[in-house]
């Protein structure tokens, strides 16, 4: 066996577990939806910024297709319906951002999707507005901190591919006043955001941001196989130490 | 309902790509096709994102919007640089070393600026954080981390303090493995969603 077929083993129960759990839930709701914290603070930021009439950014990193972390691009534009509520979209305060032609046409699409579907362009033109403010990491930020809106920084998302550069992002964002939220970033983006944002999340708690806040059965499935699934390598981990160990393998 | 073929499309070029890998010798010529498709439409995602780019500071120019300067030097070396690029080609060492020494400096001034920021932030983790444990068990590994790269308590391997010097050094790479695996079933799961029409960022859920 080698690990290159144990790997689409893993894609393989993961799609049936998916897939079965989708079906399960569509009669049963038994999965609780897990609590955060740090979501509920994003919540709070983002209705805080619209109430007083303050600017929402949403940055979605620098990559659509990263190597080492492939989903983070793909997750971040998952995420982006959830901050797309009609009022949240007609207020007009809301800012997308990335590093990635590809993401702002994709991010763009989405916006004007949701947008289209509770208001007429021609009628009211305001929606969200969707920038590409430099190509690479460090031209994102350049542009990023040279556009900041001054003293008018309501809540801040940072989702996607990033590296250590978001530092300088969110240290802009907190500087005008304004609250800042990550669910995402390369281990590196990760550690530094721990420094100074306070509404974080590490590792697989990331990826519960695209069900949160208002899960539906797609997003409990999906956390159902995660759990499964982590539950297995667990298993597999301390099987295959103890093994090691014993001297079998 | 309108987006159906839409997502019937999407969802059949994914398993396609995925059966891809399973059954190379079969699907090869229809996997290559789709994948010179992706690079183009890729591509043109791109086009159009640089095309945002200009419009961006085009418009924060004409509103005289603050920092509207800036944006006017960025459309002049965007256009310097495409102009540049189309005529001499990117394999020109002029036009190479001419973007190398722009973009590098540019870049290292900014990673400076990050390293004095990463310092004050450091310096903030109480204060942001409180005396978590979590903070404090980040402070004090961040510390002998620090300590140990500058060469303290390098001994052989074999004593007892070489192996415990040795599990400090492995430590972080355990903690890294661990997320990344993590992220690894949680992107997985995202990517399976979306390919199987579970999940619909477009709308229409």
């Known amino acids: 066996m080698t690990w290159t077929l144990i790997g689409w083993l893993v894609i393989g129960i993961a799609a049936v577990l998916l897939a079965a759990f989708w079906i399960l839930f569509r009669t049963h709701d038994f999965y609780a939806i ?36 492939p989903g983070l691009g793909l997750h971040a534009l998952a995420c982006l319906p959830g901050f797309l509520s009609q009022e949240s979209v007609v207020e007009g305060g809301l ?88 669910a995402g970033g390369t281990l590196a983006g990760q550690s530094v955001l721990f420094l100074n944002v306070r509404d974080l999340l590490i590792g697989e708690r990331v990826f519960m941001m695209p069900g949160k806040p208002d899960a539906n059965r797609v997003s409990l ?29 | 309902m309108k987006k159906l073929p839409a997502i019937i499309v999407s969802v059949a070029i994914g398993l396609t790509v995925l059966a891809g890998y ?8 229809v996997l290559s096709l789709i994948v010179d498709w992706g690079i183009l439409l890729a591509g043109v995602a791109g086009l159009i994102g640089l095309g945002y780019l200009a419009q961006y500071h085009l418009t924060r120019l004409m509103k005289r919007e603050k920092g509207a300067f800036f944006s006017l ?18 394999q020109n060492p002029f036009y190479r070393n001419l973007i190398l020494n722009v973009q590098v400096s540019v870049e290292a001034s900014l990673l400076a600026v990050l390293a004095v920021t990463l310092m004050f932030a450091s310096l903030k983790l109480i204060r942001t954080r409180g005396w978590t444990p979590m903070s404090v068990g980040f402070l004090i590994s961040a510390l002998i981390s620090l300590v140990l790269n500058l060469g303290v308590g390098m001994t052989e391997s074999g004593t007892v303090l070489g192996e415990l010097v040795a599990f400090w050094r492995r430590l972080p790479i355990v903690g890294a493995r661990g997320i990344l695996l993590g992220m690894a079933i949680g992107g997985l799961i995202v990517g399976l969603r979306i390919l199987l029409g579970m999940h619909r960022p477009y709308g229409e859920e």
């Open chain 2, 22 to 29: 399973f059954f190379q010798a079969e699907l090869s010529t």
């Open chain 1, 95 to 182: 800012s997308v951002a990335s590093g990635d032609g590809e993401l702002v046409v994709f991010a763009r699409q989405i916006a004007r999707q949701y947008y289209q579907q509770g208001f007429s362009l021609g009628l009211h033109q305001v929606g969200v507005q969707t920038m590409l403010p430099g190509p690479t990491p460090w031209s994102l930020t350049a542009g990023l901190l040279s556009t900041h809106p001054q003293n008018n920084s309501g809540s801040t998302a940072l989702l996607g591919y990033f590296g250590a550069e978001a530092l300088l992002w969110s240290e802009a964002a907190l500087g005008n006043g304004g609250d800042v939220f990550s």
């Open chain 1, 221 to 249: 499935a999906g956390w159902l196989t995660e759990d499964v699934l982590r539950l297995f390598l667990i298993v597999g981990l301390v099987v295959g130490a103890i093994l090691k160990m014993v001297g079998v393998l």
């Open chain 1, 34 to 69: 897990r609590y955060s914290a740090a979501i509920q603070s994003l919540q709070c930021a983002q209705s805080g910024a619209i109430e007083r009439g303050r600017s929402r950014q949403l940055v979605l990193g620098n990559q659509l297709n990263g190597w080492t972390y």
């Open chain 2, 73 to 90: 030097i960025t459309l002049l070396v965007f256009l310097f640089t495409l102009v540049a690029g189309l005529t001499l080609t990117t």
